[in-house]
């Protein structure tokens, strides 16, 4: 019985392992024009895979919770003329928590503080 227990703990806790560890990734975005939105990507390679939209407050203030697997690179980006965005590394299990300040050109975003994540401070 005891071995049978032990197999399906293991089977839990490497399943957890393969889902990813949840990451929370909070912030704001100041100075952005009224009705903006902004998008939450990953860097894949040559490519950017869409994660999530970053659903902002009256204060510009976002919050999601993400299942990371591996280190991996984000890209928040801005809805607004030429689609301004900014990286972030994101890791498993990481609360991560970035200001931000769009610049009035829009021509790219200002990162004013991070909080939570070893490689961006």
Known sequence: ?????????????????????????????EGLPE?????LGKVNGNRLELVDTLR?????AFGLELAVKEP?????????QGGVMSHVMLEPGEKVHVDYLD???????KLTK???SENME
């Open 72 to 80: 991996a690179m984000y890209v928040v980006q801005v809805a607004v």
């Open 56 to 60: 902002l407050d009256s204060k510009g």
């Open 114 to 116: 991070v909080k939570g």
């Open 103 to 109: 610049l009035p050109s829009h021509k790219s975003l």
């Open 35 to 39: 009705g903006a939105s902004a998008l």
């Open 1 to 29: 019985m005891k071995k049978l227990f032990f197999i399906i703990l293991a089977l839990i806790l490497t399943s957890g392992v393969a889902m990813g560890q949840k990451t929370i990734f909070s912030g704001t975005l």
